[in-house]
């Protein structure tokens, strides 16, 4: 460590998101301060390998993936890609330089949303039914007291909510959210005729709508598809 100027000068180690002194005592930051890094222009990356995810998949590509993978008669549509999601969520223990504790985000679906059915669970009830990975992203915060630097890109929107979380607020709160009940999209009111008019429902408000209007069709299908087996 040297002192210069009135700053310190620190020569450290990058390991495992931390940096470390040659003591190995970790280096705290307070938020929202600058500070010079200088090093080879070999060592930094130009993305975070933890933070990438396959391509977009279409239409066509994610229904025939869910429906080989769980069976036609295992999933329903949720929501199409390109439909947007908001959330909000509290900080259990918040640091002295962060300025609120509760937080709010929204993002979108990339992917096409379904759900699929656990195996061997009930088809009647709603928490059988569990949302397919999808690539979803986190794009911006609603608070003017944050600022989201890039995107958050995931698999699921849990996995997505864990990252944020463990990039953003680390050891302020549990990376677990109930997706079901906090994370809310707007969708179409169905209607005898055309509007603009839509309705905010949680995942699990429109997951349980929805398996409502599927059930005779799933049961129609699982009961074809045991009879296909003793002919």
């Known amino acids: 460590m040297k002192d210069v100027d009135n700053k ?5 180690i ?6 470390y002194t040659s003591n190995n005592k970790r280096l705290v930051f307070s938020e929202q301060k600058e500070f010079e890094i200088i090093g ?3 060592d930094f990356l130009s993305s975070d390998e933890m933070l990438e995810t396959h391509p977009i998949r279409s239409s066509d590509m994610m229904k025939q993936l869910v429906e080989k993978k769980c069976g036609e008669e295992n999933v329903i549509f949720l929501i199409p890609a390109g ?5 909000h969520f509290g900080l259990g223990k918040k640091k002295k330089d962060v300025p609120q504790r509760k937080y709010a985000f929204e993002g979108i679906f990339q992917e096409d949303v379904y759900l699929f059915k656990i195996k ?3 088809i009647e009830i709603s928490e059988s039914w569990r949302i397919a990975d999808c690539i979803c992203s986190i794009t911006k915060s609603a608070d003017k007291n944050f600022t989201l630097s890039e995107p958050i890109t995931a698999e699921s929107p849990a996995a997505a909510f864990a990252m ?9 709160r549990s990376t677990g959210i109930k997706v079901y009940d906090h994370f809310q999209v707007e969708i179409q009111i169905e209607t005898l005729f055309p509007t ?3 309705e905010s429902l949680t995942l699990g408000q429109l997951r349980e709508r929805l398996l409502h209007k599927n059930i005779e069709r799933i049961k129609a299908q699982v009961k074809a598809k045991a009879l296909q087996r003793f002919k």
């Open 120 to 122: 061997n669970a009930p």
């Open 196 to 198: 603009d008019e839509k």
């Open 8 to 12: 310190v000068i620190y020569t450290v």
């Open 164 to 172: 944020l979380i463990g990039t953003h607020f680390d050891r302020q």
């Open 14 to 19: 990058y390991k495992n998101g931390r940096f």
């Open 83 to 87: 439909t947007k999601f908001s959330f």
């Open 40 to 42: 080879c222009v070999s």
